[in-house]
């Protein structure tokens, strides 16, 4: 399904102790078939590496954060739907990141943030540059994190955040009286509705939003160490030597992908808070998370179910 994605200019910014006993029991494993949606009252979310959704694991501890393999190397992305039959603003954090602008983000309603239609499904596959361009989210170790990078690094590293805000409705006061009014009222009224207000002067005088697709969202903070060729940056993100590694996003491959900006009033407070954690495999086993099949239990247990087709 082709989707027209658009980006929200906001008005104001011109685009807002574990008990001793449980600490002795052994870590319960992944459980298989595991679902790749997170699922929320006005987007789902799903991780798709190399183009196909990847496993999402319930947290250890209890919490409602979601954890996933990332695998270095390897491009990600991030899909949503919206299941409503409403306009809503996205905003999605990366190593904690607007993924729009590359500035910290704070989760706030006047960030810049991915404006979804009624029922409309899409896939936001990288930084945006411009009206015109991305570049890929790739899994790379931190030091090589497009955060990193930029001297941003924070204590969200290895976090992708979606936050869902519904749209704010315009307000207005409605006139107890309910009575009709004579003549003379209604001509004095029709007169003050003619008349143009001081107040829309400004609104109607100032001029369209110029389309800058050269110098996008990021072009202000691009990296020094751009100057490498594409790709460098998967190499140098491998895994490799004894030292301990944690992964984080870089900036990855470019690519085009259009969206177009149009006026969106976010509500105060979101509506939904979709927490994704991404650790490499000896990092999510360290956490308690084995995220490798156990096919033997799987082949034991011979559960019935229906004919699926084959993948290939």
């Known amino acids: 399904m082709n989707t027209q994605v658009t980006l929200s200019r906001t008005l104001r910014a011109a685009l807002a102790i574990l008990a001793a006993g449980a600490a002795l029991a052994p870590p319960a494993r992944a459980q298989w078939p595991a679902a790749t949606w997170a699922d929320g009252r006005l987007v789902d979310a799903q991780v798709q590496i190399d183009g196909r959704a990847t496993p999402l694991f319930d947290s250890p ?5 979601r954890y996933l393999e990332a695998v270095a190397g390897r491009h990600y992305a991030v899909a949503l739907r919206n299941t409503t039959g409403q306009r809503i603003g996205v905003l999605i954090s990366v190593d904690g990141l607007n ?3 590359g500035q910290r983000s704070s989760q706030s309603p ?3 943030m991915y ?3 009624p029922w409309e499904c899409t896939t936001i596959r990288g930084w945006r540059t411009s009206l015109d361009d991305i570049r890929r989210f790739v899994f790379v170790d931190e030091q090589r994190s497009y955060a990193e990078r930029t001297g941003q690094a924070n204590g969200d590293m290895g976090w992708i955040r979606v936050t869902a805000f519904r749209e704010q409705r315009p307000w207005w006061y409605e006139s107890p009286r309910r009575v009709e009014l004579d003549r003379r009222d209604r001509d004095d009224l029709r007169s003050n509705a003619q008349a143009p207000r001081p107040e829309d002067a400004p609104r109607a005088a100032a001029p ?11 072009a202000s903070s691009q990296p020094r160490a751009e100057r ?3 790709g460098a940056l998967e190499k140098e993100g491998s895994l490799g030597g004894a030292r301990e590694s944690y992964p984080g996003t870089g900036w990855g491959d470019h690519r085009s992908e259009h969206v177009r900006e149009v006026e969106f009033t976010a509500e105060r407070c979101a509506t939904d808070r979709i927490v ?6 000896s990092g999510l086993a360290a956490l308690g998370i084995f995220p490798e099949r156990d096919r033997l239990r799987e082949r034991d247990s011979g559960e019935l179910g229906f004919a699926q087709p084959p993948r290939w």
């Open 61 to 65: 501890s209890g919490d409602s954060r």
């Open 99 to 101: 993924v729009v602008n």
């Open 110 to 112: 006047d960030e810049a």
């Open 115 to 117: 404006v979804l239609g």
């Open 208 to 218: 369209a939003p110029a389309r800058d697709d050269a110098a996008g969202p990021l």
């Open 228 to 230: 490498k060729s594409e």
């Open 276 to 281: 994704l954690r991404y650790e490499y495999a």
